[in-house]
Nanobody, 126 residues
Framework: QLQLVASGGGLVQNGGSLRLSCVAS????????VAWFRRAPGKERELVSC?????????HYEDFVKGRFTVSRDNAKNTAYLQMLSLEPEDTATYYC??????????????????WGQGTQVTVSS
C-alpha cells in the first residue's frame, strides 16, 4: 500500500520560498500521478498542481500559482516536490500531496486521488 509523507513547510516572509517534499513508501511512486492540494483556514481544499506519471504529459498549475510554483518528481527517490517561489500571505495553508493510480484523468490531473499525505503547514507573513 502506497503511503505518502509531506514535509518542508514552515514560516517564511512575503516573497520567500519553500520546497515541499512528498516521500512515498510501500510502492513505487513512478506508477502514480501526484497532485498538491492546499486548505487555508476557513476555506475549502483546493487543487494547486498535478504531475502525471508520464513525462509526455505537461504538469498542470492552477492560475493562482502559475509562474511561481513548480511541481516535479524524482522517481528514483520515490519523491515528488513542490517548489514555491514568491510566496504571498494568501498562500498560507496546509499543503497536502496525493497520489492516484488507474482511473479517469484530465491531462496530468486525476479525477480522484485515493492516497493522501498528512499535510505540511505553510505560513507566509506579510
Amino acid at each position: 500500500q502506497l503511503q505518502l509523507v509531506a514535509s518542508g513547510g514552515g514560516l517564511v516572509q512575503n516573497g520567500g520560498s519553500l520546497r515541499l517534499s512528498c516521500v512515498a513508501s510501500g510502492s513505487r511512486l513512478a506508477y502514480y500521478a501526484v497532485a498538491w492540494f492546499r486548505r487555508a483556514p476557513g476555506k475549502e481544499r483546493e487543487l494547486v498542481s498535478c504531475i502525471s506519471d508520464s513525462s509526455s504529459i505537461s504538469p498542470h498549475y492552477e492560475d493562482f500559482v502559475k509562474g511561481r510554483f513548480t511541481v516535479s518528481r524524482d522517481n528514483a527517490k520515490n519523491t515528488a516536490y513542490l517548489q514555491m517561489l514568491s510566496l504571498e500571505p494568501e498562500d498560507t495553508a496546509t499543503y497536502y500531496c496525493a497520489a492516484a493510480g488507474t482511473g479517469t484523468y484530465y491531462g496530468a490531473c486525476a479525477h480522484e486521488y485515493d492516497v493522501w499525505g498528512q499535510g505540511t503547514q505553510v505560513t507566509v507573513s506579510s
